[in-house]
């Protein structure tokens, strides 16, 4: 059941919390720190046996933990970035096993959502997000579609996500604005709300030579501003600080960051064998500045080599102050149990 499609509570701070949290980077926990084998960098083959749904159950419970203490709203993004038709089938999914692990990943969300708060009166908000990727490679736009062909090949998932329940879409790690202009027409044609969350490289510019600016003006002219907001993800704050510090119009546009603790490029990431978790601190420190920057920041989290340290020291730096009498309870698997640790120790409950 969708409790927030019709009136998303990260674009009423008046009526919710003013801040929202989501996860960090999901793929790469899961490789480097839980020691899961993801083919094609696809955490959605983890849904396929108890196994790996307990462990992304886990996974997700941290975020809400998290919340929790900080009293902040969530948003859950479905671990399905790679679950689209191109990558499905490499990994021996046709059109139904698709559609089919797509409804699980939003049913598995939803059942933490109702298992942590009841439904009908949540004390915080809980987001169910159907999580979109690209169609070719996260970091480089070597074949491009138009953006019909961008619609044509999404409107399946998205199709699901809405029929599923999902609150809302969101297309992560976007290298050029045709294809995201085709998921924001599929969004539309579904009857969905959709972000749509560019990634920068080092000079601030998508993968594509585009700039920010060209490319959320772009998708907003080709789509009547269809994009509930736009996000930023897969890069270092210092690699699109000084983009947005201009304070034009379009930067009022970006409502979230899932940003990168580490500084390396795109093409050094893609070759690295061993995990660059940068400085948690560090990266909560620059969140509080880009916060000046950004005055409609509501969504923060982050993404390839950040986990839930990371996420914390964000909202240690940008929240110092956590309500009093709150503690965190972690779900300790598999008796149910719940221990009050740090949320900087390590939760490989395999």
Request: glycine share 8%; aromatic share 8%.
């Amino acid at each position: 059941m969708t409790n927030y499609r019709y009136q998303l509570p990260q674009l009423e701070p008046q009526t919710s919390p003013e801040i929202f949290i989501t996860d960090g980077g999901l793929e790469t926990d899961l490789i480097f720190l839980q020691g899961f084998h993801l083919p094609e960098f696809a955490a959605f083959v983890l849904l396929k046996n108890p196994i790996g749904t307990a462990a992304l159950r886990r996974y997700f419970e941290k975020y809400v933990a998290i919340a929790d203490q900080y009293e902040v709203g969530l948003v859950l993004e479905s671990p399905t970035w790679r679950a689209s038709r191109d990558w499905g089938e490499r990994l021996g999914y046709n059109a139904a096993a698709l559609d089919e692990v797509n409804r699980q990943a939003i049913s598995l969300l939803q059942d933490i959502r109702d298992s942590q708060q009841p439904s009908e009166q949540p004390s915080l908000p809980m987001v169910i997000s159907g999580c979109i990727g690209p169609r070719g490679d996260g970091y480089s736009p070597d074949s491009q579609m138009d953006a019909q062909s961008a619609q044509h090949y999404h409107q399946p998932q998205v199709n699901t996500f809405e029929a599923a329940g999902a609150d809302m879409v969101s297309a992560i790690t976007m290298t050029y604005a045709e294809e995201a202009i085709g998921i924001a027409w599929a969004a539309q044609e579904a009857g969905i709300p959709v972000v749509i969350s560019f990634t920068v490289e080092t000079d601030g510019r998508l993968p594509s030579g585009q700039s920010l600016k060209a490319a959320i003006e772009q998708v907003d002219s080709a789509t009547n501003s269809a994009p509930a907001y736009y996000m930023i993800n897969c890069a270092h704050p210092t690699h699109f600080q000084s983009v947005i510090s201009a304070g034009e119009a379009w930067v009022d546009r970006i409502y979230g960051l899932r940003a990168n603790a580490s500084r390396k490029s795109h093409a050094e990431l893609d070759e690295a064998e061993t995990l660059d978790d940068g400085n948690p601190q560090e990266l909560g420190t620059q969140y509080v500045a880009l916060k000046a920057q950004l005055h409609n920041l509501t969504v923060l989290g982050g993404c390839c080599g950040t986990d839930a340290r990371h996420i914390e020291a964000i909202c240690e730096a940008c929240f110092p102050t956590i309500p009093e009498g709150r503690t965190v309870g972690v779900p300790c698997f598999p008796n149910g149990c719940v221990k009050e640790v740090s949320l900087f120790d390590s939760f490989l409950y395999l």
